[in-house]
């Protein structure tokens, strides 16, 4: 079977019924459990799914590529998920889009993945066994650790809720950004020991231990850099370990980059360490059409010229003016401002693209090519540009197309060279916003850009964004702003 469906819909009503107005989204728990649910194995197989499927949110997968509109490679015309304010660095505790929709979609995700876990562990029925109920907790367990992630790159400190809250207690402070690192380690480690050794292609979709592995890596390499972005040994040695479990795993790069993205070559892509599922026409989504025709997302020119001559990715990441899959030709029906559009992620057999185009690629979250990227970036800040590290970034090179690195690279040179094919490897894929903030670049790399239609603006204060005031009007004194922005 290609795909397993999520039964989304029917779950979000499910929690929806019991829902009040909290900052937490979070639902008395007497409603769900009343004798109706939560007591067969089909019960919780459903839940989960719910617990999947709030993945597909515009925050997430169904707009990972407008992540790269609030950095050096793109522009959003439409101003998806407020980019264009952000770009300006018109960032307020009032602002809508990411600075307060990732806080609410987080938290609604965390509100689900913690009325899970409360019901699991109440269970007493037979329907589930031991083994059974470890490998549920960490699916869910992997969910609130990478929510809470996100908070945590985004806001810093924050609300720490475990538990299912009710009207009475949904008020909850910030703690410190290093007690919430210290839950996300908590939980990735519990689904790292509890999910299954398999590869991701044998797990008919779910969560497989590596997967988590793939996500304490991002983690501790987001973190590896302090606040200042200078690099922290230890921690790169712990990504640098993890890595290398991962490059025993049984992944291996693709032979075609761009089968990675390709909805009729993403099953059982050699690849592919976790994705986001979708499968027409029950839970399809339009991006052929946003990225293909309205062009949501417009690469900069200063991006394309950053390819290397001879680079296939470049080709395979960016159209210019119109879409063209080998004389098949699509012209969009919205203006190009940069006269180029994003075609990483188009799928060639929907042409034309149009309101009646239903996609269901997978939006990939994890990937191999980011395991050795990420060895090669830790094992060459810990040892320098070793033959390991010249090895691993020479892999992704020669897939697309070019030479190897030169043989006689010190460490800053390495490092360049990982950076710049970090931003070539995963443009459009939701890293680079981060990439800029864990190496303490962006106000460099940011007010740099000469080409991005918008002035850009990024201050120091942005590293961490202010909470959104809504939540703070809702929780009567409770919740305390960012002191960059009181």
């Keep these: 079977m290609k795909k397993y469906i999520f039964m989304v819909a029917a779950i979000a009503s499910l929690y929806a019924t019991q829902s009040c107005d909290s900052f937490l989204d979070k639902e008395p728990l007497d409603r769900l459990s009343a004798g109706q649910f939560w007591e067969t194995k089909q019960d919780f197989d459903m839940a989960l799914t719910a617990l999947y499927g709030h993945l597909q949110t515009p925050m997430f997968a169904a707009g990972t590529p407008d992540w790269d509109l609030i950095t050096d490679n793109g522009f959003g015309q439409h101003n998806s998920n407020g980019s264009r304010a952000i770009v300006q660095g018109d960032i307020f505790s009032s602002s809508d ?118 996500l304490k890596l991002r983690i501790l390499l987001f973190t590896g850099y302090g606040d200042n972005g200078v690099a922290n040994v230890a921690l790169l040695t712990q990504a640098r370990d993890i890595a290398r479990q991962l490059m025993s795993a049984g992944y291996s790069l693709a032979n075609n980059f761009e089968s990675v993205f390709r909805d009729n070559t993403q099953q059982n892509n050699p690849e592919i360490i976790f994705s986001v599922k979708f499968l027409a026409p029950d839970n399809a989504t339009s991006m052929d059409q946003w990225y293909g025709d309205w062009l949501v997302a417009s690469p900069l ?48 057999e929907l042409m034309p693209y149009g309101y009646s185009t239903q996609s269901q690629q997978d939006w990939v ?35 697309a197309g070019l030479d190897d690195l030169p043989g006689n690279l010190t460490k800053e040179q390495m490092r360049q060279a990982i950076r710049r094919e970090r931003r070539m490897e995963f443009a459009f894929e939701g890293q680079r916003y981060f990439d800029l903030k864990r190496w303490h670049i962006a106000e460099e790399t940011l007010n740099s850009v000469t080409d991005g239609v918008l002035v850009y603006r990024f201050e120091e204060r942005f590293y961490h964004w202010p909470l959104p005031q809504t939540e703070i009007d809702k929780s009567n004194g409770v919740l305390v702003q960012n002191p960059d922005y009181q």
């Design 97 to 214: 889009g990411y600075i307060t929709g990732v806080y609410n979609t987080c938290y609604a995700g965390i509100a689900r993945a913690n009325i899970f876990l409360a019901q699991l562990a109440n269970y007493q029925g037979t329907a589930l066994d031991d083994a059974a109920k470890a490998r549920y907790e960490g699916e869910a367990r992997f969910m609130r650790a990478y929510y809470y992630y996100f908070l945590y790159a985004c806001y810093g400190d924050v609300p720490l809720v475990t538990e299912p809250l009710t009207l009475e207690n949904q008020a909850q402070p910030k703690v410190a950004a290093a007690q919430i690192l210290e839950t996300i380690y908590q939980d990735i480690d519990f689904a790292i020991q509890s999910l299954p050794s398999t590869s991701y292609a044998a797990g008919n979709g779910h969560l497989v231990q590596s997967s988590a592995q793939a």
């Design 301 to 348: 020119r200063s991006f394309y010229n950053a390819f290397e001559a001879g680079d296939l990715r470049r080709d395979l990441t960016v159209f210019v003016n119109e879409v063209n899959f080998n004389g098949n030709i699509h012209r969009p029906s919205n203006n190009v401002p940069t006269g180029l559009g994003l075609k990483k992620f188009l799928t060639p």
């Design 365 to 399: 979250m994890f990937r191999y090519a980011d395991v050795l990227l990420s060895f090669a970036e830790a094992e060459n800040e810990i040892n320098g540009a070793t033959t390991e590290v010249h090895n691993a970034v020479n892999a992704i090179r020669n897939r």
